[in-house]
């Protein structure tokens, strides 16, 4: 799907007309996928444009520029002030927002500490991640045959650009041998995450899914669930998880910024059957809190318009 254009890009503090917004092409990035991004959401509520978990997202991309040795020369607090304009200026009721920062032109070896560090934001429209047919009856994943990378070959807690490659590897088998979404499996062989989602089952009224030390993003959504799973009074455990446990599940679904609450109906064409009353649960849930239809929740929110 291409991306809905819109008028301004933020780079570095300015607000740059869209088409404008490039880079050289020997910014080290493009050639090492040394940078760090975002991808969070703002949803429409009843007052305007609202950012899902802004600070989370922006004070994370801090800590992956931290583990790559990047210093991003805005705090959290200015880029999210910086993204609030920039959804002010451009004027969409709803929006993905991918913030980036990336190696400035000069330095081309591998030492990547001389070169400057550049920050970019971009907001455009973005639909239903996986489509609006599988939000509602859910979708059916592929165990890739790609493993997820480990924490020792790229640090799997930053949501750095190179590490992406894996990521696109898995979804474009999947793509390819007609499913909608991978499931990667760690080195170990256990269940880590989605090519860019994590991943969570429902087995006897438990919900589960896998540690950390599985290797996986500690993604925001999957706290959003985890916290929202404790409020429901639905039981709740970390652990590893075999393939086989996804093809015994009782439900699935996948979670990010990106795909949502998304269902997943079948694994390897094992069906599971979708959405269950767990995943519908935490899925209605999370769409009332993000569009502002819940109080208790607001403090996930950053209204642009203030409160
Ligand atoms: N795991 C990986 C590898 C991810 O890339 C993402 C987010 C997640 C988990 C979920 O994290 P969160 O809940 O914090 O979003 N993926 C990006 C997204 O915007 C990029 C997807 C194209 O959802």
Redo the contacts with the bound molecule.
């Keep these: 799907m291409p991306i809905v254009e819109m008028a301004k890009i933020w780079m570095d503090g300015e607000l740059v007309d869209w088409h404008d917004a490039t880079v050289h092409v020997l910014t080290p990035t493009l050639h090492y996928g040394w940078g760090v991004f975002e991808?969070i959401r703002a949803y429409e509520t009843d007052r305007g444009p609202a950012v899902f978990q802004h600070r989370a997202h922006m004070e994370r991309l801090h800590k992956s520029a931290r583990i790559l040795e990047m210093e991003i020369p805005y705090s959290a607090d200015e880029l999210m002030a910086a993204t609030r304009e920039l959804i002010r200026v451009n004027g969409p009721r709803s929006c993905y927002i991918r913030p980036i920062a990336y190696l400035g032109y000069g330095q081309i070896g591998l030492n990547p500490l001389p070169s400057p560090v550049k920050v970019a934001i971009a907001i455009f429209p973005w639909g239903t991640y996986l489509g609006d047919e599988g939000l509602a009856n859910g979708v059916r994943a592929k165990t890739s045959s790609w493993v997820r990378i480990g924490a020792n070959m790229i640090p799997t807690q930053s949501?750095c650009c190179g590490v992406y490659i894996n990521?696109s590897l898995a979804k474009v088998e999947a793509l390819k041998a007609g499913y909608d979404e991978a499931i990667l499996l760690n080195e170990h062989g256990n269940v880590a995450?989605?090519?860019?989602?994590?991943v969570f089952i429902v087995k006897d009224g438990v919900l589960m899914t896998p540690p950390l030390t599985a290797g996986?993003?500690e993604?925001?959504?999957?706290k959003a669930v985890m916290r929202f799973a404790h409020d429901l009074d639905i039981q709740f455990v970390e652990t590893d998880l075999l393939r086989h446990d996804l093809y015994l599940a009782d439900e699935a679904f996948y979670?990010?910024?990106?795909?949502e609450v998304t269902p997943i109906r079948s694994v390897d064409d094992r069906e599971i059957g979708a959405p269950g009353p767990v995943t519908k649960q935490i899925q209605d849930l999370f769409f009332n809190v993000v569009k502002g239809k819940e109080p208790r929740y607001e403090s996930m929110l950053d209204f642009v318009y203030g409160p």
């Excluded at 995450?193 to 994590?198: A, D, K, L």
């Design positions: 991808g949501k990521s995450e989605g090519s860019g989602e994590n996986i993003l993604g925001i959504s999957r979670s990010g910024t990106a795909v």
